[in-house]
C-alpha cells in the first residue's frame, strides 16, 4: 500500500519549526520557483523567529551561483532545475545564513518548459548537520498550484527528515 503525504495540514510549518527547536536546530531556506512561499508559511507560525534565520529567493540562475554557492560548472551543465542544484542551494543557504538546517526549491512552474524540463518538474532538498535528501517531484495544475504543492512538499520533506 502507497501511503500518500498529507499536503493538506496547515500545521507542517509549525511542525516542522517543533521539530527543528526540540533538536535545537535553526532553519533557512533558498528558494527559487517557490518565491518566499516557504519562507512566508514558516513566518507565519508565532514564534518562528526562534528558529528560522531567513530565506533567499534566488529566482535568476546567476544568483544561484553568486549568492548560494552552486557549482558554475553544474549550472552550465544542467541547467538549473536539477536535483544535485536542489541539494547545493540547501547547502549554500545553510552556510549564507548560519542555520542548521537549508531548504531548497527549484523547478519549472510553468505554463511553458525550461531549458527542455517540463512544467510540474520540481526539485526539494533538505541538508542537516547529518545529511541530505532530495526529492524529485512530478507535480500537476497550473503555475499557482505547482509552487504551492513544492512549498508544501520541501516542508513536509523538512518535517521528516529533521524528526529522524
Known sequence: ???VPDLSSPDLAADLLAAAATRGWTLAAAESLTGGLVTARL??????????????????????ESVLGVDAALLAERGAVDPEVARQMAE????????????????VAGPTAQGGKAPGLVYVAVVTPVGSEVRELRLGGDREAVRDLAARHVLLLARHVVRG
Open 1 to 3: 500500500m502507497v501511503t
Open 43 to 64: 513566518v507565519s507560525v508565532p514564534g518562528a523567529s526562534r528558529v528560522l534565520r531567513g530565506g533567499v529567493t534566488a529566482y535568476a540562475t546567476d544568483l544561484k
Open 92 to 107: 549554500g543557504v545553510r552556510g549564507l545564513l548560519r542555520a542548521d538546517v537549508g531548504l531548497a526549491t527549484t523547478g
